[in-house]
């Protein structure tokens, strides 16, 4: 550690091109080098121009500052001195402090105000955006909400209050610039980080509102709900991302839409983008021949899971194909399967994870054992009607696979049934129209679907982007915009760390910034940086904070 030999008010003069002088006024620190035992400067802070300013106050809290930083002083008054200090406020600055720089660093910041070029708002709205992305990020709550979080719970750069109305009517201009807004963010964000988006990975959710209305000329309808919340009203958004996980692009449909119908439009969209060789990555429920002709156009290619009971011929004849796994890794083997001949060619890699294996047969025990206990239940028939449950047996969504009915009209568990349910145990069939790809390509493309879950999972989780309360449309689609950016923001601060958003949340917030008062004025400084602190900003490429963020000097007589 350099020794620390003192701080002090310092005078810079430059000369003007007519040939006048202009002082400038700063706060330096001068510490000795500990390799050359040289001294050096350093600036603390910037007050501004000579003229305009009164130094003898500064030399007074000058000396106030560097008491309580607790620095060695060399000059003006004894160090046995005490001084009077009030801490006035104390709050949280790091994590609001790194997003902001990656914020900056994207160029986020110049992409909105590039498009507020021509609009005329009394408000900051690039900040103000800002502020309700940050807030997704480090403390997820309503826009009511976010005027105390910006007033008293956090330090935010560049704002200090928040009106709900502004925070309104920024979501609007989100929503007039957002296809725009999209497009110039992933071309700055793909450029700036070298993204790889030869793989693009699309998967769809639902978020559902706290509310029971819902209506059919707006977003809000009811649909299959992947919340488990059926009786809710909800939206269905879509995410593209890449194989590093890095949102590029999302949607935001009526929550009846089925994924089925969504493809066509997200293929559209990008290839509006003009992205080049893309091969989609999709789930099982995207898979029909219309959308995979679809996925194809324009060059473009696919990897697709297929179901595996769907009992299509060419799925059917792919998994009775024999032939030997070659092993990957230790929870992957893969085979090849080719069937048909000309057009009507279809290239399959059937996949099987022995781990994941063991886990489907446990799973299918354990659901067994459960479906005995309700057949035992059960009033043998002898002919006669069903009862309801009966009914409601052979009706559940997961039992009734394994059931059979005897010559009575009795329930039994099917044989088998069970037999080839555990013949496809650990596996998983993908479809590619990419014959350039390797077969290993094929499997781990399609296990990085997982990203887009991932992905999800944040969304749901860490950003709290339900429920919703949002009534309309403009507004339910910046706020899943807005959750789209805190997301970008999140996982390229987890790519390039290598730590969860939760660990780095964790630490940089524990930075504070520290609001002081001495009689010789007001002082705002932050709290040291950590040694984890400092590792999660180098792998960011982002500059430590300075250590005093504003001075503000008493004039004597007040």
């Keep these: 550690m350099p020794y620390h030999v003192g701080m002090y008010i310092r005078v810079i003069r430059r000369k003007n091109k007519n040939g006048s002088v202009t002082g400038y006024v700063q706060l330096a620190h001068n510490f000795r080098d500990p390799n050359t035992g040289q001294p050096k ?28 930083v607790g620095d060695e002083f060399t000059a003006g008054r004894g160090q046995s001195e005490r001084i009077q200090t009030t801490l006035l406020d ?107 988006v030869d793989l693009l990975f699309f998967d769809t959710t639902s978020t559902y509102f706290e509310t029971e209305d819902e209506s059919d000329d707006s ?3 009811k649909g299959y709900s992947k919340d488990h919340r059926p009786d809710l009203p909800q939206v269905v958004i879509g995410l593209a991302v890449t194989r590093d996980g890095i949102p590029v692009r999302c949607w935001t449909w009526p929550g009846n839409t089925a994924d089925m119908s969504v493809v066509e439009e997200v293929k559209q969209d990008l290839i509006g983008w003009r992205l080049g060789r893309v091969i989609t990555v999709v789930d099982r429920g995207f898979v029909s021949e219309s959308n995979l002709r679809i996925l194809q156009r324009a060059g473009g290619h696919c990897i697709a899971g297929e179901k595996m009971t769907s009992g299509k011929p060419a799925v059917e004849a792919a998994l009775a194909r024999p032939g030997r796994f070659r092993e990957l890794r230790p929870n992957l083997k893969v085979k090849e399967v080719v069937v048909g001949d000309g057009e009507a060619r279809v290239r399959y890699v059937l996949a099987f994870n022995p781990e994941e294996a063991k886990r489907d047969e446990a799973r299918r025990e354990a659901m067994l054992r ?54 496809l145990d650990g596996k998983y069939l993908i479809r590619t129209s990419d014959d350039t790809l390797s077969t290993e390509d094929v499997a781990l493309g399609y296990k990085q679907l997982l990203m887009v879950e991932s992905a999800f999972r944040t969304l749901k989780t860490t950003l709290d982007i339900r429920p919703m309360y949002h009534r309309k449309d403009e507004r339910i689609r910046s706020h899943v915009l807005l959750c789209w950016l805190a997301l970008l923001l999140v996982r390229i601060a987890e790519v390039q760390t290598g730590r969860t958003w939760s660990d780095i949340r964790s630490h940089m917030q524990a930075m504070h910034q520290v609001t002081k008062s001495t009689p010789d004025g007001m002082v705002v400084q932050r709290t040291e940086t950590t040694e984890v602190q400092r590792e999660i900003l180098r792998a960011l490429r982002i500059k430590e904070p300075p250590r005093i963020l504003k001075v503000e000097p008493r004039t004597r007589g007040l």
């Design 41 to 68: 400067a350093k600036v603390l802070y910037t007050f501004g121009r000579e003229d305009e300013i009164d130094l003898e106050a500064l030399r007074r809290l000058a000396q106030s500052i560097h008491r309580f």
């Design 219 to 221: 977003l809000r309808r």
């Design 90 to 196: 104390s709050r949280p600055m790091g994590g609001a402090y790194l997003l902001d720089e990656l914020w900056r660093q994207l160029g986020l910041d110049e992409v909105l105000r590039e498009r507020l070029a021509d609009r005329k708002f009394k408000a900051a709205v690039e900040r103000v955006i800002f502020a309700m992305v940050a807030n997704r990020a480090l403390a997820p709550s309503s826009k009511l909400a976010m005027e105390e979080w910006v007033d008293r719970e956090v330090a935010l750069p560049g704002m200090t209050e928040l009106d709900v109305w502004q925070a309104y009517r920024a979501m609007d201009f989100l929503h007039d610039v957002a296809e725009d807004l999209q497009y110039e963010v992933f071309r700055r964000v793909s450029d700036l980080l070298n993204l790889d």
């Design 370 to 423: 459960e479906l005995r206990m309700e057949l035992e239940r059960l009033k043998e028939l002898q002919g006669e009607a069903h009862t309801k449950a009966h009914c409601r047996l052979a009706s559940h969504p997961t039992f009734k696979r394994y059931l059979k009915q005897d010559r009575w009209g009795n329930l039994r568990i099917d044989p088998e049934a069970v037999r080839q349910a555990a013949h």
